[in-house]
């Protein structure tokens, strides 16, 4: 199953057979926004799938779960959700900067943090008892915690292989979501932690043009269009 993730929209295919059916729009308007999704859902006529993510500061803040939170006293009745959860976290309120070493992968995988790991699916499927779960997102890029300037893809398929099975354990499905670079950066594959722990293919992929000085950068119409 493939979904398209990124900033601002997404095109997602979800659940059983869903390669067979129409994509469906998916969003991120921002931390718990539900005024902008609301206003895109006005637009399209129709609830996109919402995304967010959970706080990288440390495990115990990642699982009081905030957004989510948010999202269940606030947020729109029977909308579908996509949540990014962190792997590894970064001891300063960021969901992006450097990994904090004294959360190490070693400890991870021994389980020291299934507790609060735990915590935070039970808050996913209390909102969405069919969530996605993003778990490490553009790993394969150097500015995530888990990202390559911290992590090995081998350390980085492991951390994902731990997580998934807690996750299938609560009834949701996970999302792989590479970067995808043009020219550059690392090939994605090489962080795929295979077919039994993935349930949704979801690449980032950012309507953004990298101009000279002096350049022009289009229009997000125009990127799309070209």
Partial sequence: V????????????????????????????????????????????????????????????MAQAWSVEQWKEYGLPGARYIIGMPILWTGTPSSLGALDPSYSVADVLAGDYDTQINAALTAIASLDPHAIVRLGWEMNGGW????????????????????????HNHGLLTDWNPDIFYGWGPDATTFYPGDSYVDVIGPDVYAQAWVPAGGVNPTEPTEWDT
């Fill in 144 to 167: 995530m915690p888990w990202g390559t300037s911290y992590i090995s893809a081998t350390q980085f398929i492991a951390l994902f292989q731990h997580d998934a099975v807690l996750v």
């Fill in 2 to 61: 493939l979904a398209c993730a990124g900033v601002g929209v997404s095109l997602s295919a979800i659940g059983a057979g869903a390669a067979a059916t129409t994509p469906t729009v998916g969003v991120y308007a921002g931390p718990a926004n539900v005024a902008g999704v609301a206003s895109i859902a006005n637009q399209v006529g129709y609830q996109p799938i919402i995304s967010d993510y959970l706080d990288a500061t440390s495990p115990t803040v």
